[in-house]
């Protein structure tokens, strides 16, 4: 939220987090203001031994973990070469006059005399050269040459009224509605989702992205499947190993004639379970990635890994939603903070497209 010199903004994002969360919504704190996709949901907590996630589920009702897990599993026998949507959120919106700059249009150096960008910075576009892409973002023109990657400019909406809860929301439901309550991802899901399957919506984050709020189907958030882990203060590496396997171990052990022991043991059992089960999932730090995904943008190479890792194992996944690092409403400082995002968010992709293409790769052609 540094990123951003505007309160309004700043004010959104730390209340949509707060009250997302708890799965309450956001409080309204503009006039007028509409309330996000998915505010009401309710929300359950998971630990699903059927895919081996820690998930959070919105819309599932009543729905007994047994089920869920069933229709994971059932999902997951079906879900061979399926397609999956993920969709990549630029909090704020990039400046796409800098992204894909005209740079050799005189009104752009007028009008912008401190951010216009060298006329020979960065890559052509292939399509017309009279634009050249942000030199932050040569990955995004890597994938473009590749043909894996389309623009499509001057995309908006009529009568913007400037507000950033507005816009935003509106970005999310994809309609002009300030009364819609489910993502545009959500919506499709009612229609070709199930029941039982809350991994056929997945957020990759700390709380629900809007745009996959669904009315009639359950959607799940992971923050983070290498998240899920015990700690220790002070132990790390072969001790930390060494630790987590005794935990296990004793777990599996079963005292006798005590109940309440008895319990613990199941309980640190189940976890070191989960955390094993996990740990598959837990790529992009040289483990079980073929590809080495960049160190910058906080968690979201590392998101991307895991999700690359989940499609190859096959997990019935149909919509997965994610945040790029950043926040692009740069009001101030824009010229470093937005090639900052742009290049990790790029370079991410980038990184994420080679580990679906790698060879050996299930998800690979």
């Known amino acids: 939220m540094s990123a951003c010199g505007c309160n309004e903004f700043s004010r959104s994002e730390a209340l949509r987090r707060a009250a997302a969360e708890a799965g309450r919504g956001l409080p309204r ?27 959070a589920v919105y819309g599932a009702g009543r729905l007994p973990l047994g089920a869920l897990e069933e229709g994971i599993a059932r ?11 993920v969709s990549v959120f630029l909090d704020g919106g990039a400046d796409s006059m800098s992204v894909l700059f005209p740079s050799g249009d005189a009104a752009y150096r007028k009008l912008r005399p401190t951010l216009a960008l060298p006329a020979s910075a960065g890559q052509a576009f292939a399509e017309d050269e009279r634009l050249r892409w942000h030199p932050a973002a040569a990955a995004l023109a890597t994938l473009h040459d590749e043909g894996k990657l389309a623009v499509l400019p001057a995309v908006g909406y009529t009568d913007a009224n400037q507000s950033h ?11 002009t509605s300030a009364s819609l309550r489910t993502g ?19 957020s990759l984050d700390h709380h629900l992205q809007p745009s996959l709020a669904a009315g009639k189907v359950p959607v799940a958030t992971v923050e983070a499947p290498r998240a899920y882990d015990f700690w220790a203060r002070g132990v790390w590496g072969d ?12 777990g599996a052990v079963q005292p006798p004639g005590d109940k309440a022991r008895s319990q613990a043991a199941a309980a640190a059992w189940q976890t070191d379970r989960l955390r094993r089960q996990l740990s598959g999932f837990a790529a992009g730090d040289g483990g079980s ?14 998101r991307l890994a895991a999700l690359a890792a989940m499609l190859g194992a096959g997990l019935p996944l149909r919509c997965v939603a994610l ?7 740069t009001h101030a400082n824009q010229a470093d903070e937005l090639a900052n995002g742009i290049r990790a968010t790029s370079t991410s992709l980038l990184a994420f497209q080679r580990d679906l293409e790698a060879p050996g790769s299930p998800t690979g052609s």
């Open 239 to 250: 001790v930390e190993t060494r630790m987590l396997e005794a935990i296990g171990s004793l």
């Open 323 to 329: 945040q790029a690092p950043g926040h692009y409403d």
């Open 289 to 302: 990635s073929p590809v080495a995904y960049p160190t910058e943008g906080g968690s979201f190479p590392q």
């Open 184 to 202: 545009w991802l959500g919506r499709y899901l009612d229609v070709v989702g199930t029941q039982d399957n809350p991994l056929q919506g997945l």
């Open 75 to 85: 999902a997951q026998g079906s879900s061979s070469g399926q397609r999956v949507l």
């Open 29 to 55: 704190i503009e006039a007028g203001m509409p309330l996000p996709a998915g505010t009401g949901l309710d929300r359950r907590a998971f630990l699903t031994r059927a895919a081996g996630l820690a998930l």
């Open 165 to 175: 809860f507005t816009s935003r929301h509106f970005w999310e439901v994809g309609a």
